[in-house]
Nanobody, 114 residues
Framework: VQLQAFGGGLVQAGGSLKLSCAFS????????IGWFRQAPGKDRELVHA??TYAESVRGRFTVSRDNAKNTVSLQMNSLKPEDTAVYYC??????????????WGQGTLVTVSS
């Protein structure tokens, strides 16, 4: 499995940005995609997986999946400086009982200026 996250950049507070995650190497429909982020000096945290959004992004971020293009997008609205982080997408096979995400993209940096 190969994952590539892209779309990061610099945006002002209150603005929007859309990240995308391109999946390849296996049958996309057999995998769940999750979004994570890691802010400077902080642990990596879950942004979205399954039907769950982190409380800090709920109502502002929306994930969509395009099975025809093997991509998952993360639409981020009303961005705040505390959303500044490297954003990663990750994959794991559907119906896997483990909580481990074995496959990771390289990350894309989002910087929100105040």
């Amino acid at each position: 499995v190969q994952l590539q996250a892209f779309g990061g950049g610099l945006v002002q507070a209150g603005g929007s940005l859309k990240l995308s995650c391109a999946f390849s190497g296996r049958t996309f429909n057999n995998y769940n995609i999750g979004w994570f982020r890691q802010a400077p000096g902080k642990d990596r945290e879950l942004v979205h997986a399954g039907i769950t959004y982190a409380e800090s992004v709920r109502g502002r971020f929306t994930v969509s999946r395009d099975n025809a293009k093997n991509t998952v997008s993360l639409q981020m609205n009303s961005l705040k400086p505390e959303d500044t982080a490297v954003y990663y997408c990750a994959a794991r096979r559907k119906f896997t009982p483990s909580e481990v995400w074995p496959f990771w993209g390289q990350g894309t940096l989002v910087t929100v200026s105040s």
